[in-house]
């Protein structure tokens, strides 16, 4: 409550806390009562005591140290507010209640869940919290030449649900309800409930309004406006002695409905598409049902695994690309994306998936323009490099997808382990961790040792080799590095065999190998063909043009000798020249296995 709307003197011990919520203020009479053995007074809309050590304390951990600049212009002012260092690697119950304090005394639920700040750190700060917690927000800046800049944070509105589950907010539940369930969230077939509830009412001259009527008619329902005409219902029936039986039975059924844990969404149609594969799965997990055409099961599951272990882990589904390498810079975290789909599509996509390429190895640091204290524009170097883990259901790019260590994960046939959960509040994963921090600590000169003298492995070359190298030389530590060696021996092979078979460069090589037998020249239409015929089922692809395959044919160094006559571009090829692209691929190998 400090960071929120709080204040402390080292100099008095004068803390106080302000809040228009009278729960909220007898809580933290209560609080400071029960462990710090303290007594406070409660007065209009603050709560106040006074303790030079706990001021101190508060001072030491929840604000920006004193400097020069901090005297000079604001000695206590909310902009050098700050979360406590230790919060970053706190447990998640620890975070979901420091975050649930700050936004019981800031936050501002309406429409949106927002809070907002003097302290550009602080915000960032909540930020990078609610990531840990895999809720994603949105910051900005509001500027104000005559009282300073502010910043607010917004909770993503796909995470509004999660948020009202992890972060325990005083004295806005309801308003967290009624943003979850929204206009989305619809009540079916319970018109006659609402009719019943109508009737008992309008019988004894008690009106609420025409809601009912409308949504009657059509009915259908969201749980927000049900939720307001429940209420008027009860405060109606209140003011009656005696019972309405019809009214109280209906309004009494209705009240069990909302504060069911099912949500509902209407069906606008049903219609019938022609499919763009032969197969479709249809897989139930334990928290959601999902078709694809790839199977990818319990990905989820896994990144809550890694979470647990991982150094300064943050797993979330929805987080912007500013957010990367400000995090990564701020607390070299290990990033856990979820849904990485999503980074298929959109142009915020494209950038996602640059910064992902360029971070894989250190030394590619990326470039912003920040504002300093003077409100100058200068150029920042912020480092993207850390661990990552992403997981979704169709797979990556293949960009991406080279620089990553691929994993498919089948459904188990166990039953016991299908249904065994991940406890998150477990408390040995915080030994786990503490170990593991430990052992970066006083074993990282043996383990930068055993990196620069480890060497090259057979078929793990190129960049699998700048991926495996440092889980290699950590196996050798831990006297397992035969069985890690083996382990990325096998998974090089299989990238390097999905490259060849499925890679449009491998594609375009096998249909030279088919039709290339003689020295001679082939037009670029009997290259085309052969390459649709045997590869894409008789439909040109709409990016197969003239100007792709020349591209490609240079760039696989077959495009030397080309001449134009009537029958178009002709390229001069030889069965060796084929050969060699083929094998400096890794194709020809494959190509070989096939045929058999």
Same mark, same amino acid.
């Given at each position: 409550?400090?960071?929120?709307?709080?204040?402390?003197?080292?100099?008095?011990?004068?803390?106080?806390?302000?809040?228009?919520?009278?729960?909220?203020?007898?809580?933290?009479?209560?609080?400071?009562?029960?462990?710090?053995?303290?007594?406070?007074?409660?007065?209009?809309?603050?709560?106040? /005591?006074?303790?030079?050590?706990?001021?101190?304390? +508060? %001072?030491?951990?929840?604000?920006?140290?004193?400097?020069?600049?901090?005297?000079?212009?604001?000695?206590?002012?909310?902009?050098? =507010?700050?979360?406590?260092?230790?919060?970053?690697? *706190?447990?998640?119950?620890?975070?979901?209640?420091?975050?649930?304090?700050?936004?019981?005394? @800031?936050?501002?639920?309406?429409?949106?869940?927002?809070?907002?700040?003097?302290?550009?750190?602080?915000?960032?700060?909540?930020?990078?919290?609610?990531?840990?917690?895999?809720?994603?927000?949105?910051?900005?800046?509001?500027?104000?030449?005559?009282?300073?800049?502010?910043?607010? /944070?917004?909770?993503?509105?796909?995470?509004?649900? =999660?948020?009202?589950?992890?972060?325990?907010?005083?004295?806005?539940?309801?308003?967290?309800?009624?943003?979850?369930?929204?206009?989305?969230?619809?009540?079916?077939?319970?018109?006659?409930?609402?009719?019943? +509830?109508?009737?008992?009412?309008?019988?004894?001259?008690?009106?609420?309004?025409?809601?009912?009527?409308?949504?009657?008619?059509?009915?259908?329902?969201?749980?927000?406006?049900?939720?307001?005409?429940?209420?008027?219902?009860?405060?109606?029936?209140?003011?009656?002695?005696?019972?309405?039986?019809?009214?109280?039975?209906?309004?009494?059924?209705?009240?069990?409905?909302?504060?069911?844990?099912?949500?509902?969404?209407?069906?606008?149609?049903?219609?019938?598409?022609?499919?763009?594969?032969?197969?479709?799965? @249809?897989?139930?997990?334990? &928290?959601?049902?999902?078709?694809?055409?790839?199977?990818? *099961?319990? &990905?989820?599951?896994?990144?809550?695994?890694?979470?647990?272990?991982?150094?300064?882990?943050?797993?979330?589904?929805?987080?912007?690309?500013?957010?990367?390498?400000?995090?990564?810079?701020?607390?070299?975290?290990?990033?856990?994306?979820?849904?990485?789909?999503? !980074?298929?599509?959109?142009?915020?996509?494209?950038?996602?998936?640059?910064? /992902? &390429?360029?971070?894989?190895?250190?030394?590619?640091?990326?470039?912003?323009?920040? %504002?300093?204290?003077?409100?100058?524009?200068?150029?920042?170097?912020? @480092?993207?490099?850390?661990? %990552?883990?992403?997981?979704?259901?169709?797979?990556?790019?293949?960009?991406?997808?080279?620089?990553?260590?691929?994993?498919?994960?089948?459904?188990?046939?166990?039953?016991?382990?299908?249904?065994?959960?991940?406890?998150?509040?477990?408390?040995?994963?915080?030994?786990?961790?503490?170990?593991?921090?430990?052992?970066?600590?006083?074993?990282?000169?043996?383990?930068?040792?055993?990196?620069? &003298?480890?060497?090259?492995?057979?078929?793990?070359?190129?960049?699998?080799?700048?991926?495996?190298?440092?889980?290699?030389?950590?196996?050798?530590?831990?006297?397992?590095?035969?069985?890690?060696?083996?382990?990325?021996?096998?998974?090089?092979?299989?990238?390097?065999?999905?490259?060849?078979?499925?890679?449009?460069?491998?594609?375009?090589?096998?249909?030279? !190998?088919?039709?290339?037998?003689?020295?001679?020249?082939?037009?670029?239409?009997?290259?085309?063909?052969?390459?649709?015929?045997?590869?894409?089922?008789?439909?040109?692809?709409?990016?197969?043009?003239?100007?792709?395959?020349?591209?490609?044919?240079?760039?696989?160094?077959?495009?030397?000798?080309?001449?134009?006559?009537?029958?178009?571009?002709?390229?001069?090829?030889?069965?060796?020249?084929?050969?060699?692209?083929?094998?400096?691929?890794?194709?020809?190998?494959?190509?070989?296995?096939?045929?058999?």
């Amino acid at each position: 409550m400090v960071l929120a709307e709080g204040s402390a003197s080292e100099k008095t011990g004068y803390i106080q806390f302000s809040n228009h919520n009278t729960e909220v203020l007898e809580l933290l009479a209560e609080i400071s009562h029960k462990i710090f053995k303290l007594e406070g007074s409660i007065g209009t809309n603050v709560f106040y /005591l006074v303790n030079k050590n706990l001021s101190r304390w +508060l %001072k030491k951990i929840c604000y920006i140290p004193n400097n020069q600049v901090q005297r000079q212009y604001h000695k206590d002012g909310a902009q050098w =507010k700050r979360l406590p260092s230790f919060a970053f690697s *706190a447990p998640r119950d620890f975070i979901s209640s420091l975050l649930g304090g700050y936004f019981s005394g @800031d936050g501002y639920i309406a429409k949106e869940i927002t809070v907002a700040s003097k302290s550009k750190g602080l915000i960032f700060g909540v930020s990078s919290l609610l990531l840990t917690l895999g809720i994603g927000a949105s910051t900005r800046i509001h500027r104000n030449k005559k009282y300073g800049n502010s910043y607010e /944070l917004k909770v993503l509105t796909n995470d509004n649900h =999660k948020f009202t589950e992890l972060i325990p907010v005083i004295g806005k539940e309801f308003k967290l309800r009624d943003i979850c369930w929204g206009r989305t969230d619809s009540l079916k077939q319970f018109g006659s409930l609402f009719k019943s +509830l109508q009737r008992g009412l309008s019988a004894e001259g008690i009106g609420i309004g025409n809601k009912i009527h409308s949504h009657s008619v059509r009915r259908v329902m969201s749980r927000g406006v049900a939720s307001q005409i429940v209420s008027t219902a009860e405060r109606a029936l209140i003011k009656r002695e005696e019972q309405i039986i019809g009214a109280k039975d209906a309004l009494d059924k209705i009240k069990i409905l909302l504060g069911a844990d099912v949500f509902f969404d209407e069906v606008k149609s049903i219609c019938e598409v022609q499919p763009s594969n032969n197969y479709v799965y @249809d897989f139930s997990t334990d &928290n959601e049902t999902f078709i694809a055409g790839n199977i990818v *099961a319990h &990905n989820t599951k896994m990144l809550t695994l890694t979470q647990q272990m991982a150094f300064n882990s943050i797993s979330s589904g929805n987080i912007s690309t500013a957010s990367i390498f400000r995090i990564v810079e701020g607390s070299r975290a290990t990033l856990l994306i979820d849904e990485a789909e999503k !980074l298929s599509f959109t142009d915020r996509g494209q950038e996602f998936r640059n910064i /992902l &390429n360029a971070s894989y190895k250190p030394g590619n640091p990326v470039y912003r323009t920040e %504002k300093n204290s003077r409100e100058q524009f200068i150029v920042t170097a912020f @480092d993207a490099y850390s661990p %990552k883990m992403l997981a979704n259901i169709s797979g990556l790019e293949d960009v991406l997808e080279s620089r990553v260590i691929p994993w498919v994960l089948l459904r188990t046939l166990d039953t016991q382990i299908a249904n065994r959960e991940i406890d998150t509040g477990d408390s040995s994963w915080q030994e786990i961790r503490d170990r593991l921090y430990m052992l970066a600590l006083t074993k990282w000169k043996e383990v930068k040792e055993i990196y620069d &003298n480890t060497k090259p492995v057979e078929k793990v070359k190129a960049r699998n080799w700048e991926i495996w190298k440092p889980i290699i030389a950590l196996a050798k530590l831990c006297g397992i590095k035969d069985e890690m060696i083996t382990c990325a021996q096998v998974k090089s092979e299989e990238k390097i065999y999905e490259s060849s078979v499925e890679a449009d460069d491998s594609l375009l090589i096998r249909a030279l !190998l088919d039709i290339v037998k003689s020295d001679d020249y082939y037009t670029r239409k009997a290259i085309q063909s052969s390459l649709v015929e045997n590869y894409y089922d008789g439909i040109s692809p709409k990016w197969l043009s003239g100007e792709w395959l020349g591209r490609h044919l240079k760039r696989q160094g077959l495009a030397i000798n080309k001449r134009r006559n009537s029958n178009g571009v002709s390229y001069h090829l030889t069965p060796e020249m084929i050969k060699v692209a083929a094998t400096r691929m890794g194709v020809l190998n494959t190509y070989i296995d096939m045929e058999i």
